[in-house]
């Protein structure tokens, strides 16, 4: 017996022989595509980010071209549309609390259209959890390509990377030890290149995960932006969306729970992102996969960082592409049985299948694993009394003697606060001190900003101490640095303990253990408690107010609660 064919989806608009086929294909044709072109081949979504708000993202018009021609090329039919766009660099309070609303612009846009496959421009920080995110809940065939990371920054002879300089640089400016016109003439040498920040930061970790996922094409994470290899990527995800919609392979069917895994330790292994546990939770709960912050821990352990990347070390994106990029990684988590080889990927091999064979040029780049670049480096989940639900502390991008640490906290009560006494030379603070920053989480800030890892005060920069631990219920960028605590749940606008700590109150910090506490009495914190009051929305109206009452704890993945779980690619009704 035959078996029988499922139609694709935009038969049920292009493939109708009355008068809502005639609408359909008639206003298509307005800007010359022939009749041939309805015959039943797959129609291809071709989600774009460009924006010229988003400079990271400013080169997706060619690159779109690119995966059209191999859409072209492979016998379908592409059509670009746009999406809402998010930019670290520009947008405010922070594009994180407009991620969950771009990936609902990208939901709506693949439901409603005619579209049976997709490609997703990804690039700066945002725009890849959004997408990816977006096409979860529908669960189409579908593969990201990210735009590549910047050439690297070259300042007076020596290398200087996307935020991670601009932190250093900052902080030497504050301190005194550069001048003005030298800040000013290294904001023109950093960023002379198409691409997002060259350093191993939330852009360049989350097209790691992009690859280690399977999601996207061997090679996505670290070609530069105008490698003419970058171009030849997009063209062959355009070929291969098309087989992959003929033999419906959609989303759900790459993002595994074993995708999730493998994904979790590359992170660990190129010293990735904390944005990354966020994200990854976030994309999971689209499709239903249990992914929760133990199996951060979990599987971070025992993984160390073999990229020696900024922020974490000396070099960029650039070098890592030259050295053997991602695959030159992954396949030594294959060779110490870190990784699930048999996963299905986007080109239709297994995980394994594409980098067994995978070289390395720079072991001073890519270290071997046995003599790692740094040794257990996976994310640490905290927990404790300050956080029952959990904090996330990057090791690898922390001092060591600080991992086990006593302090007086000196709090801020929000990052207003923080700006207004940070460089006050009466500020009560030394280097022993544990700074506190409250409200600046999901719902506090709102959007949970990467203000985590706040600056030094300007008086102890001056005596030469460069990190203190820092706790917050805030994100940290990819590119920053230090003994950072962040995304603390609850969170202080939650009613997380955090929101009762005072200054002088003692704080024990002990990573190696996973263990984070206030040495304040429960008496004391009843009392507390009891004074303190709920905060009001930021807004008593659109997008704002909608997030404030419907956003999870960053353990959750700081989604909305309703869109958890994927509602997938039903056909709407007729619009007529």
Same mark, same amino acid.
């Given at each position: 017996?035959?078996?029988?064919?499922?139609?694709?989806?935009?038969?049920?608009?292009?493939?109708?022989?009355?008068?809502? &086929?005639?609408?359909?294909?008639?206003?298509?044709?307005?800007?010359?595509?022939?009749?041939?072109?309805?015959?039943?081949?797959?129609?291809?979504?071709?989600?774009?980010?460009?924006?010229?708000?988003?400079?990271?993202?400013?080169?997706?018009?060619?690159?779109?071209?690119?995966?059209?021609?191999?859409?072209?090329?492979? &016998?379908?039919?592409?059509?670009?549309?746009?999406?809402?766009?998010? &930019?670290?660099?520009?947008?405010?309070?922070?594009?994180?609390?407009?991620?969950?609303?771009?990936?609902?612009?990208?939901?709506?846009?693949?439901?409603?259209?005619?579209?049976?496959?997709?490609?997703?421009?990804?690039?700066?920080?945002?725009?890849?959890?959004?997408?990816?995110?977006?096409?979860?809940?529908?669960?189409?065939?579908?593969?990201? $390509?990210?735009?590549?990371?910047?050439?690297?920054?070259?300042?007076?002879?020596?290398?200087?990377?996307?935020?991670?300089?601009?932190?250093?640089?900052?902080?030497?400016?504050?301190?005194?030890?550069?001048?003005?016109?030298?800040?000013?003439?290294?904001?023109?040498?950093?960023?002379?290149?198409?691409?997002?920040?060259?350093?191993?930061?939330? %852009?360049?970790?989350?097209?790691?995960?992009?690859?280690?996922?399977?999601?996207?094409?061997?090679?996505?994470?670290?070609?530069?932006?105008?490698?003419?290899?970058?171009?030849?990527?997009?063209?062959?995800?355009?070929?291969?969306?098309?087989?992959?919609?003929?033999?419906?392979?959609? /989303?759900?069917?790459?993002?595994?729970?074993?995708?999730?895994?493998?994904?979790?330790?590359?992170?660990?292994?190129?010293?990735?992102?904390?944005?990354?546990?966020?994200?990854? *939770?976030? /994309?999971?709960?689209?499709?239903?996969?249990?992914?929760?912050?133990?199996?951060?821990?979990?599987?971070?352990?025992?993984?160390?960082?073999?990229?020696?990347?900024?922020?974490? &070390?000396?070099?960029?994106?650039?070098?890592?592409?030259?050295?053997?990029?991602?695959?030159?990684?992954?396949?030594?988590?294959?060779?110490?049985?870190?990784?699930?080889?048999?996963?299905?990927?986007?080109?239709?091999?297994?995980?394994?299948?594409? $980098?067994?064979?995978?070289?390395?040029?720079?072991?001073?780049?890519?270290?071997?694993?046995?003599?790692?670049?740094?040794?257990?480096?996976?994310?640490?989940?905290?927990?404790?009394?300050?956080?029952?639900?959990?904090?996330?502390?990057?090791?690898? %991008?922390?001092?060591?003697?600080?991992?086990?640490?006593?302090?007086?906290?000196?709090?801020?009560?929000?990052?207003?606060?923080?700006?207004?006494?940070?460089?006050?030379?009466?500020?009560?603070?030394?280097?022993?001190? *544990?700074?506190?920053?409250?409200?600046?989480?999901?719902?506090?800030?709102?959007?949970?900003?990467?203000?985590?890892?706040?600056?030094?005060?300007?008086?102890?920069?001056?005596?030469?101490?460069?990190?203190?631990?820092?706790?917050?219920?805030?994100?940290?960028?990819?590119?920053?640095?230090?003994?950072?605590?962040?995304?603390?749940?609850?969170?202080?606008?939650?009613?997380?303990?955090?929101?009762?700590?005072?200054?002088?109150?003692?704080?024990?910090?002990? $990573?190696?253990?996973?263990?984070?506490?206030?040495?304040?009495?429960?008496?004391? *914190?009843?009392?507390?408690?009891?004074?303190?009051?709920?905060?009001?929305?930021?807004?008593?109206?659109?997008?704002?107010?909608?997030?404030?009452?419907?956003?999870?704890?960053?353990?959750?993945?700081?989604?909305?609660?309703?869109?958890?779980?994927?509602?997938?690619?039903?056909?709407?009704?007729?619009?007529?």
């Amino acid at each position: 017996m035959k078996k029988k064919t499922i139609p694709l989806r935009s038969v049920h608009w292009f493939g109708r022989q009355d008068i809502y &086929g005639f609408i359909y294909r008639s206003w298509t044709k307005n800007r010359g595509v022939p009749q041939d072109q309805f015959d039943g081949r797959p129609v291809i979504g071709i989600c774009n980010t460009y924006s010229e708000l988003v400079p990271c993202n400013s080169h997706f018009r060619t690159l779109a071209e690119h995966v059209k021609a191999g859409v072209l090329e492979a &016998g379908g039919f592409p059509l670009e549309f746009p999406v809402m766009s998010l &930019g670290e660099t520009l947008l405010r309070p922070t594009a994180m609390l407009y991620r969950n609303l771009a990936s609902m612009d990208v939901e709506e846009s693949l439901r409603a259209n005619p579209i049976d496959g997709t490609v997703l421009l990804v690039g700066c920080d945002k725009t890849t959890p959004s997408l990816l995110m977006g096409a979860s809940s529908v669960d189409l065939p579908t593969i990201a $390509v990210s735009g590549g990371p910047m050439l690297s920054g070259k300042y007076r002879g020596t290398d200087i990377g996307s935020g991670t300089n601009v932190w250093s640089m900052s902080e030497d400016l504050r301190a005194g030890k550069i001048s003005l016109e030298e800040f000013h003439e290294a904001e023109s040498c950093m960023h002379r290149s198409h691409g997002h920040c060259m350093t191993m930061g939330t %852009a360049s970790t989350m097209a790691s995960m992009v690859e280690s996922l399977g999601i996207g094409m061997p090679g996505n994470a670290a070609w530069p932006a105008v490698d003419a290899r970058r171009n030849v990527l997009a063209r062959m995800a355009g070929r291969r969306i098309v087989q992959l919609v003929k033999d419906k392979v959609s /989303i759900s069917k790459i993002l595994t729970k074993p995708a999730f895994e493998n994904a979790i330790r590359a992170c660990a292994a190129i010293g990735g992102s904390t944005n990354a546990v966020i994200h990854l *939770i976030a /994309i999971a709960r689209r499709l239903g996969v249990d992914l929760t912050l133990e199996d951060w821990d979990r599987l971070g352990r025992g993984v160390h960082t073999l990229v020696n990347l900024m922020p974490n &070390g000396k070099y960029l994106m650039e070098d890592f592409a030259y050295a053997g990029g991602l695959p030159a990684v992954l396949r030594q988590l294959g060779e110490h049985k870190l990784l699930h080889r048999d996963v299905l990927t986007v080109n239709g091999l297994t995980m394994w299948d594409n $980098v067994k064979d995978a070289p390395c040029h720079n072991t001073e780049v890519i270290t071997p694993f046995r003599k790692p670049f740094k040794k257990n480096t996976g994310m640490a989940v905290l927990r404790g009394n300050l956080c029952p639900g959990g904090a996330i502390i990057k090791p690898s %991008a922390a001092t060591p003697g600080l991992m086990k640490h006593q302090g007086r906290a000196v709090v801020f009560e929000n990052i207003e606060d923080f700006h207004k006494r940070i460089d006050d030379p009466k500020l009560d603070i030394d280097e022993k001190c *544990i700074m506190v920053l409250k409200n600046c989480g999901p719902k506090g800030y709102p959007g949970m900003a990467e203000v985590g890892n706040m600056p030094l005060p300007p008086k102890l920069l001056k005596r030469g101490i460069t990190d203190m631990v820092r706790i917050s219920d805030a994100r940290m960028s990819g590119t920053a640095y230090g003994t950072v605590i962040l995304h603390m749940v609850p969170e202080a606008a939650a009613g997380g303990l955090l929101a009762l700590v005072k200054n002088g109150d003692l704080i024990e910090l002990d $990573v190696a253990k996973r263990k984070l506490e206030l040495k304040v009495s429960a008496a004391e *914190i009843a009392k507390r408690r009891k004074a303190w009051k709920k905060p009001r929305p930021p807004l008593e109206r659109g997008y704002w107010r909608l997030y404030f009452d419907h956003v999870l704890q960053a353990d959750q993945g700081a989604d909305l609660d309703f869109l958890a779980g994927k509602s997938g690619s039903f056909v709407p009704r007729d619009n007529h």
